[in-house]
């Protein structure tokens, strides 16, 4: 899989991305753990480690005032 460009937390996580990482995690999961490359896997857990971090930035920065995820929380 090749990674979204680079923009940082700023850059919003697109619903193909999404979709993107679920297909390669079914993939992996279907040639099972075990028997999956090392690296790809270790390529798969940091896409999805950064995917969920800034769909989790996005979200504290949207959420209005005083509610859950207010990044003063």
């Known amino acids: ?21 679920i297909a390669w995690m079914r993939r992996l999961s279907d040639a099972g753990i075990h028997r999956a490359d090392p690296a790809e896997f270790a390529a798969f857990r940091q896409a999805k480690q950064a995917l969920l971090a800034r769909i989790g930035h996005h979200d504290r920065t949207q959420a209005p005032a005083g509610q859950p995820g207010d990044p003063l929380d």
């Open 1 to 21: 899989m090749t990674t979204p460009h680079d923009h940082g937390a700023r850059q919003h996580a697109r619903p193909q991305e999404i979709s993107h990482l």
